[in-house]
């Protein structure tokens, strides 16, 4: 099948095409069979086609599939912003804009900060992804290939290291590199926020360091800082909790939404603090398909389902299962490449690394093609596209984790 049409600047990572899928499971257009530990790169937690979802959509479909919410209101859109800013764990009063992705939040974000600051500079940290548009590369704590040949990008920016256990940077360090930007960079009183992913996503499924987390939160109160919280990967679920920042022991001010909140439909959001949200003027926000009747019905759906007991079963059974059969493989020495298993609960990473910890990245490669051989879907990472991303629906069905799992296995074996 010909795909002259399509942007050669598009990266596949698996050069086949689907047909149709079911919960774990995908089938491309041969008739062969996969269980898929991509997930859409993160966006159904729930699976593919969940019943619930797939009802809501159709009915919703039938009443009214579109209408601009800053034109008409509409009430799938009210419905679900009401139950979104019930289900954000949170002290606060909460409000918030739905839109068409995670990138898209990410923009808005952008916007809400420098209404509510007067300033424009950003922190963000190394290894970081916030999306492709234009603002959001600025974010982005890697180069290659999302800035490679844009040119000057919009800021200011600055990077900090992240601290996590998951790549050995240490809160102390981190903590002296931002006392070194304050002193030489930027003045402390120009930045309006900083934004973190509680677990890096595109950076390798690593989980951001608690006591860190805490002294950034106490930073950000003590400098008129906002503190935006990346949860469009880490969100609904992905960790067997609502929200990976709860585990900090943190509240953010601005939370980012995209991903697994619609089932697999389109949708992101930014909510946070009512006084931010509500700071811009009269169509400082919104957007023609933001909110779109048929993708709020399909997240209505999704936080149906998204019960807290759901969660933590799924989150366990799915932790247990990957932790489990890594310390069987790391006691067999399956394979001289197998390094350190990244993230936490049920957001996994498995890190390819040589013998004198560097990256695996050939490896890492080498192993999607077997994969996909066997009829196993699997997702890089990191910054030198050495870690595999675990993504798993939370939804899957324990006999089809065990057999991805073995095809795993086997696969880790042949690298050579």
Known sequence: MSRETISQSISIVHPINLSHGKNAEVWDTAGKRYIDFVGGIGVLNLGHCHPAVVDAIREQATRLTHYAFNAAPHMPYIDLMERLTAFIPVSYPVSGMLTNSGAEAAENALKIVRGATGRTAVIAFDGAFHGRTLATLNLNGKVAPYKQKVGVLPGPVYHLPYPSADNGVTCAEALKAMDRLFSVEIDVNDVACFIIEPV????????????????????????????????????????????????????????????????????????????????????GLGGTYSGNPIACAAALATLDVMTDEHLQVWGSRQEEAIVRRYQAWRAQHLSPYLGRLTGVGAMRGIELAHADGTPAAKQLTQLLSLARAAGLLLMPSGKSRHIIRLLAPLTIEPAVLEEGLDKLEACLKQLD
């Open 200 to 283: 890096q996503g595109e950076g390798g499924f690593l989980a951001l360091d608690t006591e860190f987390a805490q002294a950034l939160r106490r930073f950000c109160d003590e400098n008129n800082i906002l503190l935006i919280a990346d949860e469009i990967q880490s969100g609904f679920g992905r960790t067997g909790q609502r929200f990976a920042f709860s585990r900090l022991g943190i509240e953010p001010d601005l939370i980012l939404l995209g991903k697994s909140i619609a089932g697999g439909v389109p949708l992101g959001a930014v909510v946070g603090r009512k006084a931010l949200m509500d700071n811009l003027p009269k169509g």
